[in-house]
Nanobody, 126 residues
Framework: QVQLVESGGGLVQAGGSLRLSCAASGRTFGTYTMGWFRQAPGKEREFVAS????????SYADSVKGRFTISRDNAKNTVALQMNSLKPEDTAVYYC???????????????????WGQGTQVTVSS
């Protein structure tokens, strides 16, 4: 079975940092676009960052640009999200996802993603 498992979430003070990781199993995703999304209470799931198959292209939501960095290690079948200068507004459940229809692009459209993890909670206190 295909599975994506996020880890690294937790409670941090505003201005702090967290590194989220996503480990995939059951299928190799090194040739596909991967992304991170987040969902806060009462809000729709929103795009955070994406990375193409090689890691040569990345895309970020304006709200996180300059603070978050997405990366991947295809040898380990993982994708990570380094989050710096965290703000209370970043509080949400963070999900990693894979778009098997994309490889070279950095897809921001949530409907393009085929596989999703269970999510990991990130809480940023003021």
């Amino acid at each position: 079975q295909v599975q994506l498992v996020e880890s690294g979430g937790g409670l941090v003070q505003a201005g702090g940092s967290l590194r989220l990781s996503c480990a995939a199993s059951g299928r190799t995703f090194g040739t596909y676009t991967m992304g991170w999304f987040r969902q806060a209470p009462g809000k729709e799931r929103e795009f955070v960052a994406s990375i193409n198959w090689s890691g040569g292209r990345t895309s970020y939501a304006d709200s996180v640009k300059g603070r978050f960095t997405i990366s991947r290690d295809n040898a380990k079948n993982t994708v990570a999200l380094q989050m710096n200068s965290l703000k209370p507004e970043d509080t949400a459940v963070y999900y990693c996802a894979v778009d098997t229809s994309s490889s070279y692009g950095t897809i921001r459209y949530i409907g393009s993603y085929d596989y999703w993890g269970q999510g990991t909670q990130v809480t940023v206190s003021s």
